[in-house]
C-alpha cells in the first residue's frame, strides 16, 4: 500500500449534544485551552506526514477552513505591535497543510459525510479523523493506523478499550489478536447491549480506508434517523476483503461529550507551566466546596 496522503476530517454535523454553544460556532471550533478542537486533529494528522485534509462542511462552516488559511488584516495588526510570537503562531497554522473540502448538503451521517469526499480521494487509500474525537499519544493516533495499514496492506481502524457499562454508546469489534494491540476483525456491531457486546473494544473516530469503501457505503441502507453508518460498510468491507483494528495508545477525549471536552480543557492548560499552579489550586478550591 502507498504512503497515505490525505485524510477525510467530516465537520458537517449539528453538534447537538453540545448546544446552546453550538447554536452558531461549529463544534470543532470550540476551544481546547488556547486552540480550537479541530487544530488538534489537523495537527494530529501533520504529525504523521499527511498533506492534504479534505474537510466535509457545511454552509454555516467556513470559519474552519479560514482558521486554516492567512489572516493578512490581522497579520498586519501583529506585526505593527510587535507581537511576533503570536504573529508566529497564527501564520503556522496557515502552512501546517493543504486545505481541500467539500460540502455535505444533508447532514446523514458519518458514512454519507466520507461519501461526499469521494471525488477528492481520486482512487488512493485515505485516512478519515473525526473531527471531534481528540486523541493525544507520542506516536499520532492516525501515524499508529497507518504503519500497520502498509505493512498489512490492509484497511484498518482505531479501537480503545472502554468499560462494559459504555459499549452500548459505540461500534463493538469482535477479533483475533494477532500480536500485541493488533487484531484481525471478524465483524462488528453497533451499539450493543453489553450482555451482546463481542468485547469492549470499541470503534473511535480513526480509520485507514481503501477505496472500495465507496462501493460498500453505496449499498448501506439508510438506519436510524435516515443517515447512512460508516459501521455498516466497514463490517461489509471486513467480511470482503480483510481489516485489521488497532488498539490506540495515548488519551482520547470526545469534544462533543461535555464532560470529556472539559476534561481535555483541564489536561492541556495543566500542560502550561504558566498556568499550571494557579489552575492547580482554583480546582482544589472547587473540590473542597462539593
Ligand atoms: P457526531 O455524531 O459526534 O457529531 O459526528 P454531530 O452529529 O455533529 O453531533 P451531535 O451528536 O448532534 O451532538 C462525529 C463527526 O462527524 C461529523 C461531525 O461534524 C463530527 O465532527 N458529521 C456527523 C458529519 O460531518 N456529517 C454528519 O452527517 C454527521
Not at 4 to 30: F, H, Q, Y
Amino acid at each position: 500500500m502507498q504512503e497515505i496522503r490525505k485524510v477525510i476530517i467530516p465537520v458537517a454535523g449539528w453538534g447537538t449534544r453540545s448546544l446552546p454553544a453550538t447554536k452558531n460556532i461549529p463544534k470543532e471550533m470550540l476551544p481546547i485551552y488556547n486552540k480550537p478542537v479541530i487544530q488538534y486533529v489537523v495537527e494530529e494528522a501533520q504529525r504523521a506526514h499527511i498533506q492534504d485534509v479534505i474537510f466535509v462542511t457545511n454552509r454555516d462552516k467556513n470559519v474552519i477552513e479560514d482558521h486554516f488559511d492567512y489572516n493578512l488584516q490581522l497579520e498586519s495588526v501583529l506585526e505593527r505591535a510587535g507581537k511576533l510570537e503570536k504573529l508566529e503562531e497564527v501564520r503556522k497554522v496557515a502552512e501546517m497543510v493543504n486545505i481541500m473540502s467539500v460540502r455535505q448538503k444533508k447532514q446523514l451521517g458519518l458514512g454519507h459525510a466520507v461519501m461526499c469526499a469521494r471525488e477528492l480521494v481520486r482512487g488512493e487509500p485515505f485516512a478519515v479523523m473525526v473531527g471531534d474525537d481528540l486523541m493525544f499519544s507520542g506516536v499520532p493516533g492516525i501515524r499508529q493506523l497507518i504503519d500497520v495499514a502498509m505493512a498489512e496492506k490492509m484497511p484498518v481502524i482505531g479501537v480503545m478499550e472502554v468499560p462494559w457499562e459504555k459499549v452500548s454508546r459505540y461500534g463493538i469489534i469482535q477479533g483475533e489478536e494477532v500480536s500485541p494491540g493488533v487484531y484481525r476483525v471478524h465483524d462488528m456491531v453497533e451499539k450493543p447491549a453489553r450482555e451482546n457486546a463481542p468485547s469492549r473494544l470499541a470503534i473511535v473516530g480513526r480509520y485507514v480506508l481503501t477505496p472500495d469503501i465507496f462501493d460498500h457505503l453505496d449499498k448501506v441502507q439508510p438506519g436510524h434517523g435516515g443517515e447512512i453508518q460508516l459501521t455498516d460498510a466497514l463490517k461489509t468491507l471486513a467480511q470482503e476483503r480483510g481489516m485489521m483494528a488497532v488498539r490506540m495508545a495515548g488519551m482520547r477525549f470526545d469534544a462533543g461529550d461535555w464532560s470529556e471536552f472539559l476534561s481535555a480543557n483541564i489536561y492541556f492548560a495543566l500542560q502550561d507551566e504558566d498556568l499550571r499552579y494557579e489552575l492547580l489550586a482554583q480546582l482544589r478550591k472547587f473540590v473542597q466546596f462539593q
